[in-house]
Structures are given as C-alpha cells and as structure tokens.
C-alpha cells in the first residue's frame, strides 16, 4: 500500500479544528463504526495494527490495554498531553490543528476498554492548545459525540479538560497522575502502581500519548491490515517527527514508520533539506534529550524502533536534533544537562544530587574554571546515576530522569573528547584569583 | 490580597464538578487564582484549601512544585525565552542577553512597567527556533528585532496578548443534560455498554 499521512492529513486545512471541517472530512466515523462492533473487537483491531505508544516507550498500545485487571471498576483514561522533551513538537501540533481527532481516539480507547472517565492532560504552558481543546469538546458535547449515550447508544464517557503548571517530570505516567490528583508531581514506584493496574485514585488507568490516541480513528475506520500495510516489521504505521536545531527546512514531517531513514528526513530536499549554510554534520539527536547521541554513519538506519534500540539509542519521542560542525559539544552537552538539572523532581538522591553537580562541573568548566579531573568526575557522578553507563541506562532512580541525563554526558565525552580537554586546558593557562574558583 | 471573587468561584464550582476526588481541581484552581490577582496569593491559597477539604500546607505543598505559580507579584507580562536545546543551537543566549540589556532587567526581575523576561526549558516549538512566548502565547523565529519590536508592541497597546495568568481563553463547559458524570472511585459497577460475558477481556 503506498504511504499516507494519517495523523496530519488535515494541517493543509487551517480550520480543520473545527467540527463542521472534522465531519466533512471523514471525522467521526470510526466512532460510528465501532458503535456497531463489540469494545472487545475494537480492542482487537488495535492490536492487530500492533500500533507502538509514541510517548517515548514505544510499547505496542493494544497489549497495555489488556493490563487492566478484569472486574475491577472504574476504569479511567488519561491522555499524556504534556509534551516537553526538548526537541519534540508534534503533540502541540495534533492538539491544535486537529483536536477532535484526539478527541475520537480518547473515545475509541474508552469504548473498548471500559474506561467511564477520560482526562485529557494538556501541558500548562500550551494556552492556545487548551483553548482549541475546550472549544472541540464544547462542540462534541453540543452534537452529541461525547457525554451521556453518545450517538444515541449506551456509550457514555465525560471527557475532561485538565492542564499542568509546568513541570517536565509530569510526563512520566506515574507523575502525571499524581498531578492529577493534585498533588506534586513525582513518580510513583513500579510495583505496585503500574498504572494499568493500580492508577488514578488506585483504580486501573490507561495512559496514553496524544499521538497514539490520534491514529485511532484511521485504525478502525480503515482497518489493521491498511495500517499495518505501511511501515516495516516491528513498526507499523506513520509516525511524526520533528526535525530541528541547524538544517535548511526544519519542520514536522509524518513519515512512513520504519522505512525512511534518518538521511531521508534530515537531508531530503521534501523534508528538513540538508545541514544549512552547506555545513558538516557532527551530530544528531534520533529521539530527544534523554537519547544517545547518533553521528554520520548512523545516518542509513531507518527510523525503526527495533533498529535503532539496536544501534545504541532510541526514538523517544520523535525529536531528531542537527547540530553542525561548528558546534561546541561542550556547550551542547552542558545545555541537556541543565535541562534534566534543573526538572529532576528531587524524589530520588542519585537524580537530585547527581545532575545538580553535572550541571555545576560542565558549567564551571564552560566558564574557564575546568580542573584535569573533571572529565573523570563527570564520568564518576554519572555512574552513580546510571552505573556502566550502558544502554538503556541501568536506574538507581524510580524513574528515567536521571539515568536520561547521563546520555548527553557519555555520547559527547566519548566522541568529542577533545573538546572537554580543550576547555580545561585553556582555563589551566588562566590566572584564576585566589577563592573566585 | 484576595480570596476567590463571586465570578472566580462560580468557575471553581464548576470546576470541582468535573471530578471523583475534589483535590483533582487543585491546580486548574490554582490557575484560577492566578488569573483572577496575576500570582497565586496566601489568602487564595487557603481559600483553596477550604474549597478542596485541604489544608493550606497541602495546597502550598502543590503550589510551589510547579514552575509556572508565582507566589508574588510578578508583572503583567512575563516573556519566556526559549533556552532549550534546538533554540540554544540558533542563538537564545544571544537573545536572552539582548533581551536583558534592552529590557535593563536581569533574569526574574521586572521592569518599572511590568515587563519580565526568562530563558526556560523547551516549550515545544522546536522547528521554529529561537522561539518565545509572552503570557504562553507564541513568537517563532524571534530576531532581536523582532523582540524589540514585540516589547514596543506591548508598550503602546498595539500587541494584545491577556495579561499574566490567563491561560485559555475559552473554557470547557459540560452542558448538564449531556454529562455523563464523574466515574465515581467506590462506583465498582461495569460501565452500561460492557457486555456481561466480556469480563475478562484478554
């Protein structure tokens, strides 16, 4: 089946946020459709597109629906809306341009799975997502798709509107429901609390990323087999990245999952269009912050989960980074760092105490300040966090915060070595006043 | 300074309605606060507390987790620069510094007419680097021109953004003969479109 674009077929039509556009285009009909088939062969039909979370995890989102715990009830859903690992910038878009397709993909999910109360969690710095969310519910309420016996069915569910305050660490499942119960948000131990068993308010809870959730109404309109027609083995489907930091065309690009390379999408001229300004490529970033860091020769690996697993690093969240040969990797490095420094929610001591001092040696050395034996007490502070530094990082912490941070750390030590000991070398030749460093 | 005005709580209300556990409308509440005196004051705070069967620790527990409540006054318009690392790569640390000397401000303090300004972490607008927002409304690819440009804006009126602590400019609201009501946490009923025989679902 040739490729097309599921989740972002409508961003050509600025108005497709509204429902009058939606229906005109296809939209609510797979509700229509499943409200003529069981919740079990709506379930089915997703696992059978074996369709990957696109939170960063990339678990197949049919298999987490069947975690819940036959018998126990309510069940809730909670849709993860709050995008913020540095480099991402697709669920903003999907929120914004198309909302009641997110909003037909919270209802899917609840018939099949049971689930009587939605919350849809959107980031709290996305003002003007939240308002065209609470506009589309408005008017899906108004024409009957959600709330009391939608479409004149027994299926009824409330979707709720609920928005964050800022703070990265929420967009961990177990965080971003103890911010929804209102408290501080800090992840929860796993076991017991995997959500799907022991969630909100202690009762079993889907997590779901907005992605996820939009693509399916396609899913269920057009059928497993169209889904899974697109994409390579282990991921089916399309599936969005953004593609910034030093390339000619930056932008958000729906792909076809598993086929296009990262070559592809950064130097294609339909995509982000090559480095710019004729530069070389030092680096790239294949799936936010929290990734390793991928070179030149990388650039041939499809954009496949298992591939790049494979290879050392990971997809995330679909957030490829380009940094050019003039570049300061040190700077770069440090800058990741502040960010995990300055959003570790502080439960853990490895994660509070370990990235706060990251941040403080990379900055002191940025400054001019570095010592010989800070490349070595990088290392040695971040194998308290992650020891061996292996990937996926080994946690000392309950969840990937921490660990996340030390990425950063062991990709532009081990490839940009010299960088490090230039900083250091040239502070070594400073006069550095007495008590100043 | 205020507790939660006659309008505010009408909206809390509402607010509170939306879900099983009250505690769960503490930071949409808290929103509320900031929109109705520009920072999340004390007196609303306990306010808050007796809405929510909470007690003021436990709602200032919440409060001072979160980057974006301000327990004091902070100005009407907060300008956040992006300082993640796509804007890092495209100069934010030139604009943030250009944004300091022509504001003559310093990170986190404000100017004699309530202008701020903030490097903070990526606000997902990464392909249209550097990047801003004011109030958490978005400005893409910002030159220092066009910052300067946008602080002359807020000067004479000409840019109109709401001020500090307006989120949304539309709410949901739940029409009442369309709900289909809060999933209690006791409830332990099967939802009505559950069939009898699917109770364990594999």
Known sequence: ?437 | MARLSEKSLRIAHEIIGRYPVKKSALIPLLHLAQEQDGYVTDDAMEHLAELLDLTPAEVLGTCSFYEMFKREPVGDYRINICHGIACHLLGADDLIHHAEHSLGVRQGTVTADGISVEGVECIAACTEAPCLQVNYRYMNKVSTEGFDALVAGIRDGSVSVPKHGRLALTRQHIPEDRAAGNAMVESDVAPPWWPDDAEGDS
């Not at chain 1, 379930?43 to 987490?64: T, Y």
């Not at chain 1, 103890?178 to 068993?197: D, I, Q, T, V």
């Open chain 1, 1 to 437: 089946m040739p490729f097309e674009k599921i989740v972002t077929k409508r961003f050509d039509d600025l108005e497709a946020h509204k429902i009058a556009n939606y229906e005109a285009t296809g939209g609510y009909a797979a509700l229509r459709k499943a409200m003529t088939m069981t919740p079990q062969a709506v379930h089915d039909e997703v696992k059978a597109a074996s369709l990957l979370g696109r939170g960063g995890a990339g678990f197949p989102a049919g298999i987490k629906w069947g975690f819940c715990p036959p018998g126990v009830w309510p069940r809730y859903l909670v849709v993860n809306g709050d995008e913020s690992e540095p480099g991402t910038y697709k669920d903003r878009q999907l929120l914004e341009r198309d909302p009641h397709q997110v909003i037909e993909g919270c209802l899917l999910a609840c018939y099949a799975v049971g689930l009587t109360q939605c919350f849809l969690y959107i980031r709290g710095e996305m003002a003007h997502a939240q308002e065209r969310v609470a506009a589309a519910l408005n008017e899906a309420y108004a024409a009957g798709y959600v709330g009391k016996n939608i479409l004149g069915t027994d299926f009824s569910v409330d979707i709720v509107l609920h928005w964050g305050a800022g703070a990265y660490i929420v967009g961990e499942e177990t965080a971003l429901i103890e911010s929804l119960e209102g408290n501080r948000g800090m992840p929860r131990l796993k076991p017991p609390f995997f959500p799907a068993a022991v969630g909100l308010y202690g009762k079993p809870t889907i997590v779901n990323n907005v992605e996820t959730l939009a693509n399916l109404p396609w899913i269920i309109d057009r059928g497993a087999e169209d889904y899974t027609a697109m994409g390579a083995d282990n991921s089916k489907g399309t599936r969005v990245f953004a593609v910034s930091g030093h390339v000619n065309n930056p932008g958000v690009f729906e792909v076809e999952f598993g086929t296009t390379t990262f070559r592809d999408i950064i130097e294609g001229a339909d995509y982000a269009g090559g480095v710019r300004d004729g530069k070389a490529l030092k680096a790239f970033i294949p799936g936010g912050a929290s990734a390793i860091w991928f070179y030149e020769e990388h650039l041939d690996l499809p954009l496949e989960k298992v591939t790049v697993d494979k290879a050392g690093s990971m997809l995330g969240s679909g957030a490829i980074v380009v940094m050019d040969e003039d570049t300061d990797m040190v700077k770069a490095c440090h800058n990741l760092v502040r960010f995990f420094a300055r959003e570790s929610c502080g439960k853990c001591t490895p994660c509070r105490e370990g990235t706060t001092w990251l941040e403080r040696i990379l900055a002191r050395m940025i400054a001019g300040h570095g010592r010989p034996s800070d490349l070595s007490l990088l290392v040695e502070v971040s194998e308290n966090i992650s020891p061996g530094l292996a990937w996926p990082p080994r946690q000392t912490t309950i969840c990937p915060l921490g660990p996340s941070a030390v990425s950063p750390i062991a990709s532009s030590i081990e490839r940009f070595r010299d960088e490090f000991e230039a900083y250091i070398t040239l502070s070594d030749r400073r006069v550095i006043p007495v008590g100043t460093a």
